[in-house]
């Protein structure tokens, strides 16, 4: 089957998180630089969980652009992400509400780890259907900076136990590493 609806319906979907996220951020009480003071870790989780929302996007964009059609297990592979994905409001809101507090920034950091596996799981889907000669398996390659990522994700839940912090910079480190252009879709769709 073609791929149009699984982009599409993928867009909305995406779409539909990051408005549901820009919902959760409330007008500040006041009119100086002052009331903007206790929203800080509401607005550093929204910045942090865009972004995020947004390397997924991009990458599923990429990705797309590279296969020719979909079978039954893309299409519930997709469906998997979309769901890790979909619980990024929640996860944002009660790490910024309660002030990165240790067990909020491991949910936070759980939910990461599971988009994570669940984009592997999906690459895995796309790449047996395509075959290992490809242009979405070429692109793909090894996919060692997903898998360090999804290492950094896991590292970051068990540290925040120690310190939230390190949980909270392993998390910015890894979307900081991802919004450098990934340009392995790129240049083979180009050609």
């Known amino acids: 089957m073609g791929k149009g609806r699984v982009e599409a319906f993928t867009d909305g979907v995406v779409a539909i998180i990051i408005t549901i996220m820009v919902l959760e951020l409330k007008v500040p009480h006041g009119e100086d630089f002052s009331a903007l003071t206790p929203l800080w870790p509401i607005f550093f989780s929204y910045v942090l969980s865009f972004i995020n929302v947004g390397i997924y996007w991009n990458n599923l964009h990429n990705m797309f652009h590279t296969v020719q059609r979909v079978d039954g297990r893309v299409l519930w592979a997709n469906l998997n992400l979309l769901f890790w994905l979909s619980l990024m409001p929640v996860t944002t809101a009660f790490m910024g509400e309660n002030h990165f507090a240790p067990v909020p920034v491991a949910v ?61 910079a392993l998390y910015v480190l890894v979307a900081m590493v991802w919004l450098v252009p990934d340009t392995r879709f790129e240049r083979l769709i180009e050609k």
């Open 108 to 168: 936070y950091g759980v939910d990461l780890a599971l988009c994570a596996v669940g984009f592997n799981i999906l690459s895995a889907a796309l790449h047996r259907l395509h075959g290992p000669e490809s242009t979405f398996a070429r692109a793909l390659g090894n996919d060692r900076k997903g898998k360090i990522s999804l290492l950094l994700y896991v590292t970051g839940v068990l540290l925040t136990f120690v310190n939230q912090w390190l949980g909270v």
